[in-house]
């Protein structure tokens, strides 16, 4: 089944972060091309977004060492239609 996600977005690098509202969770997926990390589930916006940058921090410094740099204050933009989650039930 296929279905709109609904949260926020940010773009950093390569990375794409995301975190999408689930009834009463938000999941947290980090991807890039070949790529998907998906993250704690969080009850809140706010630890959902402040977990998905920790996840691209923690991935940036383990996995490409030699360009790590402090995570920027990210651009959280709101998902849209193009935005879909694969749910396997």
């Known amino acids: 089944m296929f279905r709109a996600l ?3 977005k ?3 690098g390569d ?3 995301m975190a999408v509202s689930e009834f ?3 999941r947290v997926v980090v991807h890039a091309p070949g790529l998907v990390i998906q ?8 630890k959902a977004k ?3 940058m920790m996840l691209a921090k923690t991935f940036l ?3 490409r060492p030699e360009g790590t740099q402090e995570v920027p204050e990210l651009d959280w933009q709101p998902t849209g239609p193009q935005d879909w989650l694969v749910w396997k039930g």
């Open 10 to 12: 940010a773009q950093y």
């Open 6 to 8: 609904t949260g926020v």
């Open 39 to 46: 993250g704690a589930r969080q009850y809140g916006q706010a």
């Open 61 to 63: 410094q383990e996995m």
């Open 15 to 17: 990375l794409s972060l």
């Open 24 to 26: 009463d969770e938000w």
């Open 50 to 52: 402040e977990h998905a």
